[in-house]
């Protein structure tokens, strides 16, 4: 695994590249822990309150430790008509987690989304931004056991 | 049935996004290599005529928007490719960018010439991982064959908000920070990315130009309705046989996409609404079906074309259980910089949530009402001004669906 100062150091010459560097630090840790915002903040000389808002403002940047996979659930009102109720259901079933939890051993984090653009196939769940369309609750088992 | 026309898709399907010489052997970068040879002041010209106006919801004209970044004077320009597309229900530009990306790259590269940008950012939503892939490669495509000259690409990935479909709050999120709107004026035109003159149009804007520019202007204007020519790329979701991606001239009526292209409703039940345009549309009933799709028609129903998602709901649906999830949509992405919108999409969300729980009265009915009439004039940017329409548009069409529901 990269370290974070090292991964920054890569985005520190790109103009606006606090996000870059954010995105690069996540695929490597599956969130941005507090001292990796502290250095990116040392490292794009922005105050730590600037970074930390940044990281807090979008919903695909997390500040919480999270499952080595995250599970995205849409829950917009084309996969909403389409039955998303009952996929977050079965995924919360087959887990043992709620929404917004990750199970113990720390390979999955159940999240909602808001649309992800794969509407000709709702309802849609994306795995580490992977889309699946058309999930039903029988179809949950078979995607989790690729993971 | 009318049919679909192909002008943004015309290489759907008929090219491997990820070779160059598919692209150029279709007569791709020949309208780029036309508008340099022409002046800058002729490119704007030959846009202006076309009457082309912006696909991403606000209905601009691109030529006008072009002239106002021409006519300043600053040593560096920039033009942004708005790829952030984040209304539900809409995947047109995925599809754009998935099948014939140097389509977007010629657009920009155009425009670039015309206001004098030699730097193109693509902001691409953080949903689409995947087509981020594939642009950076189609780019480095375009590098080594030297096509787009000194014009420069770079693109840059979202992070899940909403709001950075916002001109400015793209922009900002360009520059590192929260995507918060800017007030305006200064415009991006005059002052935009690092304030500098900058040209933001949407992924499916620039597929149009190198068509315009390749056929000229008024070949364009004269296609589809007169005042928003051209043709649009629309997705249609919900309860409607074909899900699937369409491109229509712009005087093709609602009822003709629904029913002719669409399918139908599915299952073989009845039509109950169609929310065009993203979900800040309006509501439409069956009695307005037969308005044409065009930016103007729209608007004169209440309604709008936006991003061209058409989402269909069947007359089992229940109209106040979709509008109570637009209405938690809409408080979730509130970026909170104004007042207005912070504290009425949450205000908004709470009456739907207890209209839905059967706890509602007339009251809360009108003051609903009350509350979107103040947001769509109070709010600082689109999303707040847009967000009270689906409430607005169900209580006036769909008002049997709240009083069945009151106390």
């Not at chain 1, 990281?55 to 849409?74: D, E, M, P, Q």
């Not at chain 2, 960018?97 to 730097?119: L, Q, R, S």
């Not at chain 2, 020519?229 to 046989?241: A, F």
Request: glycine share 12%.
């Amino acid at each position: 695994m990269a370290d974070y100062k090292d991964i920054i150091a890569r985005y520190t010459a790109v103009p606006g590249g606090i996000i870059e560097a954010f995105h690069a630090i996540q695929k490597e840790m599956s969130y941005l822990p507090e001292e990796a915002i502290i250095a990116a903040a040392e490292a794009f000389k922005v105050p730590v309150a600037q970074a930390y808002g940044v990281a807090t403002f979008y919903s695909y940047l997390s500040v919480k430790s999270r499952g080595k996979n995250v599970i995205r659930i849409c829950e917009s009102a084309p996969c909403h008509v389409a039955g998303a109720a009952e996929v977050v259901a079965a995924l919360e079933k087959a887990l043992g987690i709620k929404m917004g939890e990750t199970t113990p051993d720390g390979k999955f984090t159940l999240e909602f989304t808001e649309c992800v653009g794969q509407c000709q196939a709702t309802p849609v769940i994306t795995i580490n931004g992977k889309p699946y369309g058309d999930v039903t609750p029988d179809k949950v088992a078979g995607i989790l056991a690729a993971y | 049935m009318a049919e679909e026309m192909r002008v943004v898709l015309r290489n759907y399907g008929k090219i491997d996004p990820l070779n160059i010489d598919d692209y150029i052997n279709a007569g791709g970068y020949k309208a780029l290599e036309k508008a340099r040879s022409m002046s800058q002041a002729d490119v704007i010209a030959e846009v202006r005529k076309s009457n082309l106006r912006g696909r991403g919801g606000a209905g601009f004209n691109a030529g006008m928007k072009w002239n106002f970044a021409y006519g300043v004077q600053a040593d560096q320009k920039y033009v942004i490719c708005n790829a952030d597309e984040g209304e539900p229900g809409t995947y047109k530009d995925r599809i754009i960018m998935e099948n014939d990306p140097h389509a977007v790259f010629e657009g920009m590269a155009i425009c670039g010439y015309a206001i004098g940008a030699n730097k193109g950012y693509i902001y691409c939503r953080g949903e689409y991982p995947y087509v981020v892939d594939l642009l950076n490669q189609a780019i480095a495509q375009a590098k080594a064959k030297g096509v787009l000259g000194e014009f420069d690409i770079e693109v840059r990935m979202g992070a899940g908000a909403y709001v950075c479909g916002e001109e400015t709050a793209l922009i900002e999120s360009i520059e590192g920070h929260r995507g918060e709107p800017r007030y305006k004026p200064p415009f991006p035109p005059v002052s935009g990315l690092w304030g500098k003159p900058t040209i933001v149009n949407n992924v499916e804007t620039f597929a149009n130009v190198a068509q315009i520019i390749e056929k000229g202007g008024d070949w364009y204007a004269g296609l589809g309705a007169a005042s928003y020519p051209g043709t649009k790329v629309l997705t249609l979701t919900g309860d409607v046989v074909n899900r699937t991606v369409i491109e229509v001239p712009t005087n093709t009526t609602i009822r003709e996409v629904i029913f002719g292209f669409g399918g139908g409703i599915r299952d073989g039940k009845k039509f109950k609404a169609v929310q065009i345009g993203g979900t800040s549309g309006g509501f439409i009933p069956e009695s307005l079906l037969d308005t044409p799709i065009d930016f103007d028609s729209m608007t004169a129903i209440g309604a709008v074309l936006g991003s061209g998602a058409v989402f269909v709901m069947d007359e089992t649906r229940d109209i106040v259980d979709v509008v109570e999830r637009i209405a938690g949509f809409f408080e979730h992405e509130s970026c909170g910089k104004c007042a207005p919108c912070r504290e009425g999409t949450m205000r908004m969300y709470e009456l739907m949530k207890k209209v839905k729980s059967g706890k509602g009265t007339v009251k809360d009915i009108e003051l609903m009402k009350k509350l979107g009439g103040v947001m769509s004039v109070a709010c600082l940017c689109g999303l707040g001004q847009a967000a009270p329409s689906p409430v607005l548009t169900t209580i006036t069409h769909f008002r049997a669906d709240y009083d069945a529901k009151l106390q």
